[in-house]
C-alpha cells in the first residue's frame, strides 16, 4: 500500500508534511512519488493567497479520475486551507470524492482518520476551531537526509499583521520546551545532518509564552549552537519588532550558526506598515540593518514585500523601492497583495488595481535581480563556505548557507563543508576553487 504527499505553501507545512508521512508509514504504507499508483493521497495545503488557493482547488479537481479509476483510493485535505472559514464545506461540496478532511491543529490524528475511515468508510471533516496543543512523539521521516532537518521551535503567531490569515488558521503563538527542541537537534546531528533549520512564524518571539526569562531566542540559539558535532543552524523567520542586539551578537558569536537572516519589511512606507500592523517604522528596519552590519558585514539578509496593499500610492510604493535599493538585500521575495477573508486589510477601501500591482511588482522584481547579479559580482575574490551536494564530471556541485549554487572545479566528498574561493560569476553561475 502506497502513500502520496503534496505540499503546498511554506517550510512550515512541507515539515507538517513529514510529520504525516511518519504517520502513514506507521501504518504500513510506503512512499510513491506518483500520485497514479497510491492508495491515500494527502493534499497538505496553503491559503496565504488566492492565487495558491485556485491552484489547489484546481489540483483536487484532477484527482476525481484517479477516485474513479480506484474507488478504495482515500484522498485527504489538511493544512491551513482547510483550516480557513468554510473552506471544508466547500471542498466536499465541490469535490464529493474527498473522503478526509481535517485542519492545522489536528495533523497529529491522521493515522486515527485512516484507520477509522478504512473500517467505516464514512467521510470525516474533522477541523478543531481552537486547539493551542503542542505535540511531541510523532514519528518523522525527512524528506531530505542529510541536508536539512527541519525543526519547529514554536508554532502559531499572536500578530496580526492585517494582511495576513497566518493567525487565524495556525492558532495563537506557543513555544516547544527547550529541552524537546535540543532532543532533537542532537538525534539529528547524530544521524548526520548538516543543517538544521529552526522553525517559527516568528522565532524571536521564542520563549514569550513560557514563564522562565533564561527560555528565549537568544538563548536557544546558544544551547544549540553547544551540540557538538559537524552542523549548521539556519532560522526562519524573524520580525522586525522583536529581533534583538541580543539575537545579532549570538549569531556572530558562534560559527555554527549561519549568518543569513530572513527579516521581512512587507512595505517601505510608515503609513502602510501602519495600517499592515506591523508595529516598526522604516527607520527601525533601517537600525536594524545597520546593527546586523555592524555585528556582521557579510550577512546574508533577504526579505519579503506586499505591493498593492490598500491605499499603498504611487509613493508608498517608492519608498519600498527605495528602500530595498538603499539596503540592497540579498534576496526579495516579493508578492501582490491578495485579499483573505476575515482578514482587517480584507475590509479596507482603497482597494489597488491589480494592474498597478503587476506594475509594482515587476519594478521591484528587476531591481532586486539587478542587485542580486552585482552582489553574485562582489562576491568573486571572496572565501566561503559551501556543502558539497553532488560530483558532475570533474566538478562538484556545491550550496553556501544561503543556497546559492557555486560550481567547484574539483571532486568533493558529498554532504561536507568546505571553503572555497569564488574565482568568476558568469551567466549567472558562481564558480570556485577549493582553498
Ligand atoms: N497577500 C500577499 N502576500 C501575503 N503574505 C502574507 N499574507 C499575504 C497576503 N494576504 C506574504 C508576506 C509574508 C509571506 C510569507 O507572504 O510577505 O511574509
Ligand atoms: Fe502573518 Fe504577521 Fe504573523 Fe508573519 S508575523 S505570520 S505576516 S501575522
Redesign the pocket.
Known amino acids: 500500500m502506497k502513500y502520496f504527499i503534496k505540499t503546498f505553501g ?1 517550510q512550515m507545512n512541507v515539515h507538517d508534511s513529514e510529520k504525516l508521512a511518519g504517520m502513514l508509514e506507521n501504518l504500513g504504507y510506503v512512499s510513491t512519488n506518483t500520485v497514479n499508483d497510491a492508495d491515500v493521497i494527502v493534499f497538505n495545503t496553503c491559503c ?2 488566492d492565487g495558491v488557493e485556485q491552484k489547489i482547488l484546481g489540483n483536487i479537481g484532477a484527482l476525481k479520475k484517479l477516485k474513479k479509476k480506484n474507488p478504495n483510493l482515500i484522498i485527504a485535505i489538511c493544512g491551513c486551507m482547510t483550516q480557513a472559514e468554510g473552506r471544508d464545506k466547500l471542498i466536499f461540496e465541490k469535490f464529493p470524492f474527498v473522503d478526509i478532511i481535517f485542519g492545522t491543529h489536528n495533523i497529529h490524528l491522521l493515522k486515527d482518520y485512516i484507520t477509522k475511515f478504512n473500517e467505516s468508510r464514512k467521510k470525516i471533516d474533522d477541523v478543531w476551531e481552537k486547539e493551542n496543543g503542542i505535540y511531541e512523539n510523532i514519528d518523522i521521516v525527512r524528506d531530505n537526509m542529510f541536508s536539512n532537518g527541519w525543526v519547529n521551535i514554536n508554532y502559531g503567531c499572536n500578530n496580526f ?1 492585517s ?4 493567525p487565524y488558521v495556525r492558532g495563537r503563538e506557543r513555544s516547544r520546551q527547550m529541552s524537546d527542541i535540543i532532543a532533537e537537534v542532537k538525534s539529528l546531528v547524530d544521524s548526520g545532518y548538516r543543517y538544521v533549520t529552526l522553525l517559527g512564524q516568528n522565532v524571536n518571539s521564542y520563549g514569550n509564552d513560557i514563564d522562565d526569562s533564561d527560555v528565549n531566542f537568544a538563548n536557544l540559539l546558544k544551547k544549540v549552537a553547544e551540540i557538538p558535532g559537524d552542523f549548521k543552524i539556519k532560522f526562519m ?1 524573524s520580525h522586525p519588532k522583536d529581533l534583538s542586539q541580543q539575537v545579532v551578537d549570538t549569531i556572530k558569536s558562534n560559527d555554527k550558526i549561519c549568518k543569513c537572516i530572513h527579516l ?1 519589511i ?1 512595505s517601505g512606507s510608515n503609513a502602510i506598515l501602519k495600517s499592515m500592523n506591523r508595529k516598526y517604522t522604516r527607520e527601525h528596519y533601517f537600525s536594524l540593518i545597520k546593527m546586523i552590519r555592524d555585528a556582521i558585514p557579510d550577512a546574508y539578509i533577504s526579505t ?3 505591493v498593492g496593499f490598500p491605499g499603498e500610492t504611487e509613493k508608498d510604493f517608492m519608498d519600498t523601492y527605495n528602500l530595498v535599493k538603499e539596503v540592497r538585500f540579498d534576496g526579495v ?1 516579493a ?6 477573508s476575515g ?1 482587517v ?1 480584507d475590509k479596507m477601501e482603497n482597494q489597488i488595481d491589480e494592474s498597478v500591482k503587476k506594475d509594482r511588482i515587476h519594478a521591484l522584481l528587476q531591481l532586486s535581480k539587478q542587485i542580486t547579479k552585482e552582489k553574485n559580482k562582489e562576491i568573486v575574490g571572496k572565501t566561503v563556505s559551501v556543502m558539497a551536494i553532488k560530483n558532475e564530471n570533474n566538478e562538484c556541485i556545491t550550496q553556501t548557507d544561503s543556497g546559492k549554487t557555486v560550481v567547484v572545479n574539483a571532486q568533493l566528498k558529498e554532504n561536507v563543508f568546505y571553503n572555497v574561493k569564488i574565482i568568476k560569476f558568469i551567466n549567472n553561475k558562481l564558480y570556485a576553487e577549493l582553498v
Do not use: W
Not at 494582511?163 to 497566518?166: G, L, W
Not at 508578492?335 to 483573505?340: D, E, I, K, T
Open positions: 511554506c496565504i493567497r499583521c494582511y495576513c490569515i497566518v523567520t521581512p512587507q519579503d514585500i506586499i521575495f508578492f501582490m497583495f491578495s485579499r483573505r482578514t486589510a
